[in-house]
């Protein structure tokens, strides 16, 4: 009897075992798209504009935080922004470095979209990019203006699509930063770069 | 060559580009009326872009100019960055008081009323450029804008065609010489005009030529630039909040923008804006294959010619350095006069205090 108790017991266990790799199989398949992952940051982002007045920048910069982080590859932005620099930071620099980025990117988000005039985003069209990317471009509407074009480049981390970089009408957060801060730490050094974007942060959150 | 100098002054004169939205291509105006000594700056940009125009067949076997190959398409990066001071505190101390002022007190539906009036004598022009980059069916949309807006929009003070769907383009004889294959060449900075490259610069002239309001004289003028400055204002006001190196910022933006607009908005194949190859390994990949070298070299280094214009684009950075530290200075005696008045004022009152006060 207790014999049968056991075989059942295991069959059981193997059964659950089972549903639970098929289960866990689904939602592998189930991804979220790299279109689903822009859609889902620029909702937010009018969300937070719509109540960006009643929040304050500390309210909106606190939700911008976590939307920011899980749809950008923030660390990833901050290595490659410096190129081959990175290699020659120290393991403390480096940390420091990604640490104020990203509390650079959040704050200007915060700063830049305080409240809301009837924006609106609308999908046009995703193209494969190279080395396994992918661009999706959209259109940020503002009512009495020309229309900006915003081209997101998507990347894989890991199983996810983050966002490594934006153009807006052309012009490249990503370049614009990366010519900026090589021209800083030639002539400057490390230590002047973090002190020029903590000023900016600063002055963000003071606004 | 009295035709060229009058080209070259309305240049001086008038902003190019009245596009509110976008950072670059606005700029400080203001002509001191220096035309001779900027002259020989423009000169020597006209005698590089002639040279390129020459030397555009084999840029690409160009070797890279700069050893240090920090930016092959800013080898006259100090010179740019004199300039760019000089345009600042030019901003600083007379156009954007005037600016501010004039936001102050216009209201609204005037403000826009100017913008409309001059974007779209502009349209003129884009139509020219439309069909001289083969753009027929653009342009005939942009004929249609012209024509409403002046009838339909009262000489172009209501920007109608807009509402109807007609959408205003950007176009102007800098893309179509881009259009026809001429290299960019250098990125420069211009005393009072701002960004360009030695490319922009004949297109320049050519855009001045091609807008009516070159031949109105100077009041009118004198509007349209205090219209581009104050359409500018959110412009500066993100690079300010932005940059931590204004300059390279500006820079970027500009090129990028400028990039963006010679190819309509599609999606540039060059290397150069591809933002996925930044990648740290794709960097390696860079310096080792050389793919530098692919990039369009800015400017030649051999020929005398080129000698001469670095001679006198040192003359000029001299002349502009001079020019930048004695505003500095008076800016400087201009505080320190302030200071005094107010000492001044303050002892007087002491001193009508005392004798006021009955002898002890």
Redesign the interface.
């Known amino acids: 009897m207790s014999l049968v108790k056991i075989m059942l017991k295991k069959i059981v266990f193997s059964f659950v075992l089972l549903l639970c790799l098929t289960v866990s199989q689904l939602c592998l398949a189930e991804e979220v798209s790299a279109r689903q992952v822009v859609e889902d940051f620029q909702n937010e982002l009018l969300a937070i504009m719509k109540e960006g007045k009643a929040l304050g920048f500390k309210g909106r910069y606190d939700k911008l935080d976590v939307a920011v982080k899980k749809s950008h590859d923030l660390p990833k932005i901050a290595r490659s922004v410096v190129g081959k620099q990175w290699e020659e930071l120290s393991a403390e620099q480096q940390a420091k470095l990604e640490q104020v980025f990203s509390q650079l990117s959040v704050s200007a988000y915060a700063h830049n979209f305080k409240d809301y005039t009837g924006e609106t985003f609308t999908f046009i069209s995703e193209e494969e990019a190279s080395r396994g990317g992918q661009v999706i471009h959209t259109n940020l509407h503002i009512p009495g203006e020309k229309d900006v074009k915003f081209d997101y480049w998507m990347k894989k981390k890991a199983d996810d699509w983050r966002i490594n970089n934006i153009i807006a009408d052309g012009v490249s957060d990503f370049a614009l930063k990366r010519s900026e801060y090589a021209s800083v730490l030639s002539k400057e050094g490390f230590d002047a770069l973090i002190a020029k974007i903590t000023e900016k942060i600063d002055k963000y959150a003071a606004q | 060559m009295r035709l060229l100098r009058k080209l070259l002054k309305k240049l001086i004169n008038t902003p190019r580009n009245n596009h509110a ?3 670059p291509g606005f700029f400080y105006m203001f002509n001191a009326g220096r035309l001779k000594r900027h002259s020989p700056t423009i000169t020597s940009v006209l005698l590089i872009s002639a040279a390129l125009l020459l030397l555009g067949g084999c840029a690409g076997t160009a070797k890279p100019i700069a050893q240090s190959d ?1 930016n092959n398409v800013d080898p006259y990066e100090s010179f740019n960055r004199t300039m760019f001071k000089f345009n600042d505190h030019l901003d600083d101390y007379i156009a954007k008081p005037i600016s501010d002022a004039y936001l102050w007190v216009t209201p609204g539906i005037v403000k826009s009323g100017v913008t409309n009036f001059f974007s779209n004598l502009k349209d003129i022009n884009v139509v020219l450029n439309d069909h001289m980059q083969g753009k027929f069916g653009q342009g005939l949309e942009d004929t249609g804008r012209f024509l409403t807006n002046t009838t339909a929009g009262m000489l172009g003070l209501f920007d109608v065609a807009s509402e109807l769907g007609l ?2 383009h950007e176009e102007d004889f800098g893309q179509t010489l881009a259009v026809w294959g001429v290299p960019q060449g250098a990125y420069l900075v211009l005393p009072i005009l701002g960004p360009t490259t030695a490319r922009g610069l004949p297109g320049g002239i050519f855009d001045v030529a091609a807008n009516p309001t070159s031949y109105v004289g100077m009041p009118v003028n004198l509007v349209s630039m205090l219209n581009t400055r104050a359409n500018a204002e959110g412009a500066l006001k993100f690079i300010d ?5 204004p300059y ?2 500006t ?3 500009f090129l ?2 400028q ?3 010679i ?1 309509d ?1 599609k ?2 194949a060059n290397v ?9 390994d794709s ?2 990949d860079e ?1 080792t294959t050389g793919n530098k070298a692919q990039k369009p070299a800015a400017v030649e280094k051999d020929g005398s010619e080129n000698k001469e214009t670095d001679k006198s684009l040192d003359n000029a950075v001299f002349a502009l350095n001079k020019t930048s530290e004695s505003m500095e200075e008076a800016s400087a005696k201009l505080d320190n006069l302030k200071q005094k008045h107010k000492r001044r004022h303050h002892r007087a009152k002491a001193q009508r205090h005392k004798s006021a006060l009955p002898p002890a």
């Open positions: 939205q976008q950072p920090t959408k205003k909040e932005a940059a931590i190196d390279v910022f820079r970027e933006a990028q923008n990039r963006h607009l190819n908005g999606m540039d150069e804006v591809q933002p996925l190859e930044y990648d740290i960097d390696v310096k």
